[in-house]
C-alpha cells in the first residue's frame, strides 16, 4: 500500500515547522491490542499552547494515546496530524514523558545520560553531542531544580526526583508538544508545585501540553481544557463543561460518587477488563 507519508519530503516538514502552529489534529483514529479496543474513533483538535488534562480511569486508553501521538503504536485507523503534517515528520517537536511504571529505574545511567537522550533527535546523524547539547542538557536540569543530580544514578533518586530528571529531558528536546503520563502519581507535594510552575511557563512559551491525571482538582484548576476518555471521547472542552455528573458517571461508573456537589473518585478498584489485561492489583 502507498504510505502518504512518502509525500512529504524532510526539506518541506522543515518549512512546515516554522511557517504552521504547533495545532494537534486527531481523526477518528483506532487502537487496538489483538481483540481488545482500547481507542475507539477518538477525534479532537488541540491548538498550539493550549494546555489539556487527559482524564479518565485505569485501562480508559490515557498512554494508548500518548503512544499513539508519538507513532510507538500503529493505528488501526484514522489520522494524526502535528503542524498539519502526519505523524513521523514530527519526532523532534514532540517530547513524552512516559508513566513512571513504564521506565526501567535500575537502568544504570546517570541523570545527565538521561536528560542528553532529550537532544538526540536534534542532532544531526552521525554526529555526537556539541557543548551547546551540554549547556541544554545543565539548563533543563536546572529548570527542574535538580542541576546537582547531573552525576546521580536515576536508581538512587526519589520518586519526585525520577519524575523531575524525565521531565528535563523532555525540556532539553526543545518540544513544540508535551506529553505527559500521570507525572502527578506518587510525587511529593514539591514535586507537584514545579511541575505546575513548569506547565506555566510552558504556556507562556507557547508549548501546546496535554497531561494524564486521576485528580479532578488539579485538572480543574489548572487546565484550560479536559478531554475525558475512556475508550471512546467522552467530552471535550472547559472543565467546568465537561466535569458533569452524566459525562462523569459516563467515564467512571461506580468508581466516582458525588457529595455536596463534589465528586470524589475511589482509585483503588480499577475496572475488571484492566485488571485482567495488566494483572492489576
Ligand atoms: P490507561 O493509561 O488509561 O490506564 P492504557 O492505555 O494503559 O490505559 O490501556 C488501555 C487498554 O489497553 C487496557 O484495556 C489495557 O489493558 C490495554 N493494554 C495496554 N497496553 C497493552 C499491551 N501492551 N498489550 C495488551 N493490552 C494492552
Ligand atoms: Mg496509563
Known amino acids: 500500500m502507498k504510505n502518504s ?72 485507523s484514522g489520522k494524526i496530524l502535528i503542524h498539519g503534517f502526519p ?20 537502568f544504570p545511567i546517570t541523570v545527565f545520560e538521561v536528560v542528553l537522550m532529550g537532544r538526540y533527535s536534534n542532532l544531526k546523524t552521525f554526529s555526537k553531542p556539541q557543548k551547546k547539547d551540554s549547556e541544554i542538557v545543565f539548563s533543563s536540569l536546572e529548570k527542574m531544580g535538580i542541576k546537582e543530580l547531573a552525576h546521580e544514578k536515576i536508581s538512587e533518586l526519589s520518586g519526585g526526583q525520577q519524575q523531575k530528571v524525565f521531565i528535563a529531558r523532555a525540556i532539553a528536546q526543545r518540544p513544540h508538544i508535551l506529553l505527559m503520563d500521570e507525572p ?6 514539591s514535586t507537584k508545585e514545579t511541575i505546575l510552575s513548569f506547565l506555566n511557563d510552558s504556556k507562556k512559551n507557547k508549548i501546546t501540553v496535554i497531561v494524564a491525571i486521576h485528580d479532578l482538582n488539579i485538572a480543574a484548576k489548572n487546565f484550560e481544557k479536559v478531554i475525558l ?26 468508581q466516582i460518587m458525588f457529595l455536596n456537589g463534589m465528586a470524589f473518585l475511589d482509585e ?14
Not at 37 to 62: M, Q, R, T, W, Y
Not at 184 to 189: A, N, S
Not at 245 to 253: C, D, R
Request: with cysteine.
Open 5 to 76: 507519508n512518502f509525500l512529504f519530503k524532510k526539506n518541506n516538514f522543515k518549512k512546515a515547522r516554522l511557517n504552521t502552529e504547533a495545532r494537534l489534529e486527531v481523526e477518528n483514529i483506532n487502537v487496538s491490542y489483538g481483540k481488545n479496543i482500547a481507542l475507539d474513533n477518538i477525534s479532537f483538535v488541540v491548538e498550539e499552547g493550549e494546555n489539556i488534562a487527559l482524564i479518565g480511569p485505569n485501562g480508559a486508553g490515557k498512554s494508548t494515546l500518548f503512544k499513539a501521538l508519538v507513532g510507538l503504536i500503529p493505528l488501526d
Open 87 to 106: 505523524a513521523g515528520y514530527h519526532i523532534d517537536c514532540v517530547a513524552y514523558v512516559p508513566q513512571k511504571e513504564e521506565i526501567d529505574w535500575m
Open 184 to 189: 502527578f502519581t506518587g510525587v511529593d507535594l
Open 229 to 254: 476518555l475512556n475508550k471512546k471521547l467522552i467530552s471535550f472542552g472547559k472543565p467546568a463543561e465537561v466535569f458533569i455528573k452524566s459525562n462523569l458517571n459516563k467515564a467512571f461508573g461506580d
Open 268 to 281: 483503588c478498584c480499577p475496572p475488571d477488563d484492566y485488571k485482567k489485561n495488566v494483572g492489576g492489583l
